[in-house]
C-alpha cells in the first residue's frame, strides 16, 4: 500500500473527505478557537475603552465584522485564487472550509453583541431579517460542511448550495461595505474604515466570476475534443 493511499485511507476514516489534504487533528478546531477568541479580545477591548453602552456596542460590532469579514474573503476566494494564480494558491484552497468554520466562530461575537444592542435599545430589532437570513446561511453552511450531512445533501446539491450561501452573505457585507456607505456618503467621510472592505469585496467577487468562467470555457474545450 503507498503512502498516498495510507494518507486517503485514514481521511476517509475520519470522515474528511478528498479536500483535507494534510490536514492535523486539531486544525479546523483551533482556527475555529483562535476565530472566535480574537473576535473576543476584539469586542472585550473597544467595550473597555467605548463602554458597554449603545456607542461601545456599535464600534464593537463594526470591529468585529471586519475581522469575519478577512476570514469570510479568505474561504471566499482561496479556491478562485487557486484556480486563476495556480498551485501557490493550493494551501489557501484546501483550507477553504477551515477559513469559513473561523467565519463561523467569530460571527457567533457579532450577534452576541446584536443580541446586547437589542437589550440596551429594545425595539431596534426590526426590518434586519436581511442580516438574520445572513447569519442562518452562515451556520447552515457550517453544518452541511461536516462530512455526513454533505454526503447525505450530495455532490449535485452541495456546491450549489454552497454557492448560493456564500453569495449571500457576500451581498450582506456588501450591503454594509458598498451599498449603505454610499447612501449615507460614509464612504466619502470616512474612506479608510470602508473603501478597502468595498475593494477586498469586489475584487473577490470579480476573482469568483472570472475563475467560474474560466472553469466553464475549459469544459468546453474539452467536450470538443
Ligand atoms: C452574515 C450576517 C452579517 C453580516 C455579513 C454583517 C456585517 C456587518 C458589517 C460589515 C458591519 C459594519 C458596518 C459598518 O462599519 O458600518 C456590521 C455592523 C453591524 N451589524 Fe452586522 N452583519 C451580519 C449580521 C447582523 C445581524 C443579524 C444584525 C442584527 C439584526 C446585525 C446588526 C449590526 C449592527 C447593529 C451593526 C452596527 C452598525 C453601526 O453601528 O454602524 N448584523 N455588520
Not at 465584522?65 to 495556480?86: E, N
Not at 484546501?94 to 444592542?117: E, N, P, T, Y
Not at 469585496?201 to 474539452?222: C, D, K, P, S, W
Request: charged share 15%.
Amino acid at each position: 500500500m503507498t503512502r498516498m493511499s495510507i494518507s486517503t485511507d485514514v481521511r476517509e476514516i475520519r470522515g474528511l473527505g478528498d479536500s483535507w489534504t494534510g490536514w492535523r487533528p486539531t486544525t479546523t478546531v483551533s482556527s475555529m478557537a483562535a476565530a472566535f477568541l480574537i473576535a473576543f479580545a476584539c469586542a472585550a477591548t473597544v467595550l473597555a475603552i467605548f463602554g458597554v453602552g449603545e456607542r461601545g456596542t456599535s464600534i464593537a460590532l463594526r470591529v468585529t465584522a471586519r475581522w469575519s469579514f478577512f476570514l469570510f474573503w479568505l474561504a471566499y476566494t482561496g479556491s478562485a485564487m487557486a484556480r486563476l494564480f495556480g498551485p501557490r494558491f493550493a494551501g489557501l484552497a484546501r483550507r477553504g472550509r477551515d477559513f469559513g468554520l473561523s467565519f463561523a466562530a467569530a460571527q457567533v461575537i457579532h450577534v452576541g453583541l446584536v443580541i446586547w444592542l437589542f437589550y440596551l435599545a429594545p425595539g431596534s430589532n426590526g426590518g434586519m431579517v436581511f442580516f438574520w437570513v445572513g447569519i442562518l446561511c452562515t451556520y447552515l453552511l457550517a453544518l452541511i460542511s461536516l462530512p455526513r450531512i454533505r454526503d447525505s445533501v450530495g455532490p449535485r446539491l452541495w456546491p450549489t448550495l454552497r454557492t448560493a450561501a456564500t453569495e449571500y452573505i457576500a451581498l450582506a457585507f456588501a450591503a454594509d461595505f458598498i451599498l449603505g456607505p454610499l447612501q449615507t456618503n460614509k464612504l466619502g467621510t470616512h474612506p479608510l474604515t470602508y473603501l478597502p472592505f468595498a475593494l477586498l469585496l469586489l475584487g473577490g467577487g470579480g476573482l469568483r466570476v472570472t475563475a467560474y468562467v474560466r472553469q466553464q470555457l475549459h469544459a468546453n474545450e474539452i467536450q470538443r475534443l
